[in-house]
């Protein structure tokens, strides 16, 4: 957490800001200056997005895979979560139903869950493609079947909300219910655009994440 900013002019004009923190800094490409630096702080501080195993990085500006998300949905459902349901044996790991999902790898668990909880749907071939990166409407999606899982959804006037934003007309037929929910709640939408079809980055999730208060 940042404690104190400190800043002053040079001679030439030159304005250099120190910030000091109370605490060491957990990640390595998470700074004090950077924008995401709040959002990532609080939501690894929830338990609800990790970094990678064993580094020091957080991969900011990574993009988001479908597996990772079910790993964030997860830690979000905390004591919702009814593991004992959860089918496991020795050597497949965690069944899934999913062809192309290991189930010892890290999403295996969480996957699992999700099918369960249906708050992450798979494909029509019987594959989940873990490791396909994730829209920022598709993550909407997401919280949206997240938030209507556990009682938290209101329908919005779409045509209304997404009429607001220079880029409204550009999200998908299929995601604008649930992407002008996320723009109502302000989940989304905070920068004055939606950029609905581009993929999203780690720290653009767990801004999403901890701006939608949807953790249980």
């Known amino acids: 957490e940042v404690t104190k900013n400190v800043a002053f002019a040079t001679a030439d004009g030159t304005v250099l800001e120190f910030h000091v923190l109370d605490t060491e800094l957990k990640f390595a490409d998470v700074l004090p200056t950077d924008w995401w630096f709040a959002p990532v702080t ?28 079910a ?58 493609r873990p490791d396909t990166n994730v829209t920022r409407e598709e993550f909407a999606a997401m919280l949206a079947n997240f938030a209507k899982k556990y009682n938290s959804f209101v329908d919005v006037d779409a045509d209304k909300v997404l009429g607001e934003f220079s880029d409204g007309a550009s999200v998908s037929d299929w995601a604008e219910e649930v992407v002008a929910w ?10 004055g655009f939606i ?22």
């Open 182 to 191: 996320a723009v109502d709640s302000e989940i989304m939408g905070n920068g």
């Open 42 to 69: 609080s939501a690894s501080k929830a338990g609800l997005m990790n970094g990678y195993a064993d580094t020091k990085l957080f991969g900011s500006s990574d993009q988001l895979t479908r597996g990772q998300v």
């Open 71 to 128: 790993c964030v949905l997860f830690n979000m459902a905390g004591a919702s979560v009814n593991e004992t349901e959860l089918e496991f044996n020795e050597v497949e790991g965690y069944l899934t139903g999913f062809s192309d999902v290991d189930g010892k790898a890290y999403y295996g668990k969480a996957i699992s869950w999700a099918k369960q909880a249906g708050v992450v749907n798979g494909y029509g071939d019987g594959t989940f």
């Open 195 to 216: 950029a609905p079809t581009a993929q999203i980055t780690r720290a653009e999730a767990a801004a999403m994440v901890v701006n939608s208060d949807l953790a249980l």
